[in-house]
């Protein structure tokens, strides 16, 4: 049985911390498959296509068969991802990866209940967002089962990235097509071809 992970991520831009995290997420799980989500209470940057293409920038830089793309996985709700994955991987472990700034929001989300009896939940701590042990017992309580994964991963925000115009914040790969299309007001610049 493959164990996959699955993330979905607004990608509004992917940041180097995205990269980090696809990447550390390949040495514990069989398989990752990644979406640009399609997040009804966020206002995005970039409409979905663009930020799908971002993605799949990244994915390709990653350059990793056990990595993929899968953007028919995107839902405004993550009940209906998982359906599509267990449609689409029958009688595989499904790892939900979701960043510890969610936590408290899961037991509202769309059927949440059914979401945490399916699969198993993945929790990477972020900066800013400490992890509190007593912040998963409601999870628990609702049959959750849990893995707290504590990556190394970087403090970067695709919000920053967008609100500064930061450059630093986005994996080299995807900047010259950031700069090349205008987005988010990159602007290529004379040493814009140099990582």
Same mark, same amino acid.
């Given at each position: ?34 979406? *640009?989500? $399609? ?5 995005? /940057? ?17 350059? $990793? ?28 472990? &499904?790892?939900?990866?979701? /960043?510890? $700034?969610?936590?408290?929001?899961? &037991? ?7 979401? &945490? ?10 900066? /800013? ?48 097509? &950031? ?13 814009? *071809?140099?990582?």
């Amino acid at each position: 049985m493959t164990s996959i992970a699955l993330l979905g991520t607004s990608a509004d831009p992917p940041t180097c911390g995205h990269q980090v995290l696809l990447e550390q997420l390949l040495l514990h799980y069989d398989q990752v498959v990644t979406w *640009a989500s $399609d997040n009804p209470s966020k206002q995005h /940057g970039l409409p979905l296509h663009q930020r799908c293409d971002l993605l799949q920038a990244l994915v390709d830089a990653i350059h $990793d068969s056990r990595l993929e793309l899968v953007q028919t996985l995107s839902s405004p709700w993550a009940i209906r991802t998982l359906e599509l994955a267990e449609a689409r991987w029958p009688n595989q472990r &499904l790892h939900f990866v979701v /960043g510890s $700034d969610l936590v408290d929001q899961i &037991l509202r989300w769309k059927d949440s209940d059914a979401l &945490l009896q399916r699969c198993r939940l993945v929790v990477v701590p972020r900066q /800013g967002w400490p992890l509190h042990p007593e912040a998963l017992k409601p999870l628990q309580a609702q049959g959750a089962r849990i893995d707290v994964l504590p990556l190394a991963v970087p403090g970067t925000a695709s919000s920053s990235a967008r609100r500064d115009h930061d450059s630093t914040q986005v994996p080299a790969a995807l900047r010259p097509l &950031l700069q090349q299309h205008g987005f988010y007001g990159f602007k290529a610049t004379p040493d814009s *071809a140099a990582p």
